[in-house]
Structure formats: C-alpha cells, structure tokens
C-alpha cells in the first residue's frame, strides 16, 4: 500500500495547482504565428522551390559536366533554399529553370521561378520590377580581345565588331558610349556569354564587352580549350553590383533573404563560398580565375556582418 502524503505536502501541491491555473488564466495565450504569404506559401503548398540559372555565366553559374547548375550564386541560393525550409517548416524539392539574360527578369516577375541564381545587377530601373538580396558581387563592364589585338581602350574601338550579350547592362553600356563618342560600334548581340565569346573565337567580333569577372572566368574555363590566346583591356566603363533576384512587394521573403545574407556574412560563409569559386581551380578547368575580393565588396561584407549582430 501507498503511504498517503503528509497533510502539509497536500497543501504545498494544491497550493502550486492553484497557482499555476491562476497564471493561466490571467497570462494571455500566445498568438498563432503569422500566416504565410506571397512565395513562401506558394513553396510551402507546392513542396518545391524553382531556382534560375545561368548556363555559362562562370564562376556564378553555369553547367557542370553532368549538366547541373554549380557556381558561386548558385550555392548562395542554396543556402537561401535551406532558410526557407525552416521558415515554411517543410523540405523543398529544387526544380531548376534555365534562363538567359534577356528572360531572367520576366521570368521573375511572372512566377517562374522564385530566385535567380547568376550574375545579375541590380540597378533603380530593374527594382521597379523584380527585388534583389544584399550586394553578393562588384563588378563592371570590360572588354575582352585575342592577345594581340590592337585595342587597349573603349575608344579603340571605333567602327569596330563588339559581341554583346542581349539584356544584359553591358549592352546599354556600349550603345551609349557608342553615341556619346560617335564609336559608330557594330553591336553583334548574342542570346549568352558563351556565343558572345565565341563571336570572339571564330573572328566574327573584334571584341566581346561584358563584366569583367565573367570575362575572366570564360578565359579560364576555356583555357586549352579554344584556339589563341585572349586578354581583358581598358578601364571599368560601368559599375554593376550583383544580387539574387526575387519577387517585390514579397516582405515575408525579403525578410528570409536578408537575415539569411546577414548571417552568412556574419558566419564567414560568403567569404568562403568566393574563395571557393574565385581563388581556386575551377571544375571544368586546369586554371583558376584567381580574383581576390575587392575592397567594395569586402566593405559591403563587413556592413552586413555587423547588422546581424
């Protein structure tokens, strides 16, 4: 048999169940978390999340032997797919979409997917339309040629052949400096970074314009792979930060975004991917772009690592 618990141990117990119906009753519930909105409940009820990407937008993103996206932006989007998970409380499977310079945005806009994972810059006229993460990347057009070449500068190129990738910045760049230096440039307007370069290669174009970064990653995939030799000259001719693109007017999204940029600065992550992909030898290639991070993007890193704090 039980023995019966002590009168005073009796009391002390109804007292504490008192108490604690007491508090119940007097402490509000707590509320229901938010509910969820705009691309984080269209992923959520699909159980799928549709990232962009580039198909030769190196080191950023582009195709793998086997035909997969790799790249710098694509493994940021990676980590961005993990935060949304948690935010949704549900695993994604990833559908991968290509796009091109020139659909990346409407692709955006009308749902298609819900990040874009390459080498996008955000400007004032792009984010009347589409929303963009903290700065990942700080880049400007340049100008690739075959060493050799005769042109040094922008203005060497007058009445010349200059490859350009269709909806790209670089276009606008080298139309306007075309009219406001009277360059009278031929313009061959490609559908990707690849057939401009090609341009390039095949002696079509006396020069390919684009980022410079980019320039330099098609050198060193291409490496061994293409005849001659190639160089990137002149001066920046344009200043194009970049950033992964998503939906406006999507605050539970942007919010995901942004504390999850912070947090990968604060961490080191970013740091890390970037010497990954910009210091090492590429997949794909013997070489390595061999870019050390510039002192714009090393400031921005610095300012978001200490907004997470």
């Not at 039980?2 to 508090?23: D, G, I, N, W, Y």
């Not at 203005?155 to 990738?165: I, M, P, S």
Request: net charge positive; proline share 5%.
């Amino acid at each position: 048999m039980k023995p019966k618990p002590s009168r005073s141990l009796s009391l002390l117990l109804a007292a504490v169940l008192f108490a604690t119906l007491a508090q119940a009753q007097t402490e509000p519930a707590p509320s229901a978390p938010a509910a969820l909105t705009g691309t984080l409940a269209k992923v959520r009820d699909a159980g799928a999340i549709t990232l962009g990407y580039r198909e030769s937008s190196v080191p950023f993103s582009y195709l793998s032997s086997r035909n997969e996206p790799i790249g710098y932006s694509v493994e940021l989007c990676k980590s961005l797919v993990t935060a949304i998970e948690e935010a949704v409380h549900k695993s994604l499977a990833i559908k991968w979409a290509p796009v091109t310079s020139e659909s990346r945005i409407d692709a955006v806009e009308k749902g298609q997917v819900d990040l874009e994972c390459g080498s996008t810059t955000s400007n004032l006229e792009r984010q009347k339309r589409v929303a963009f993460s903290p700065t990942i990347f700080v880049s400007g057009t340049k100008v690739l040629v075959k060493k050799g070449s005769p042109i040094r500068d922008f203005k060497d190129l007058a009445g010349k052949k200059v490859a350009v990738t269709r909806g790209t910045t670089n276009e606008q760049t080298m139309q306007a400096l075309s009219q406001k230096f009277k360059l009278n440039l031929n313009l061959l307007v490609q559908r990707d970074h690849a057939e401009s370069f090609a341009q390039v290669v095949n002696g079509a174009a006396d020069a390919f314009a684009t980022d410079d970064v980019l320039l330099y990653g098609l050198i060193a995939q291409n490496k061994g792979k293409v005849q001659g030799d190639y160089q990137v000259v002149g001066d920046f001719l344009s200043y194009d930060p970049y950033g992964i693109m998503y939906r406006r007017n999507d605050p539970q999204l942007a919010k995901v975004v942004n504390d999850t940029f912070q947090f990968l600065a604060q961490d080191g992550e970013i740091e890390r991917q970037y010497k990954r992909w910009f210091l090492r030898k590429l997949p794909l290639s013997t070489t390595s772009i061999d870019l050390p991070m510039s002192p714009q993007l090393e400031t921005i890193l610095q300012t978001m690592a200490v907004k997470a704090e």
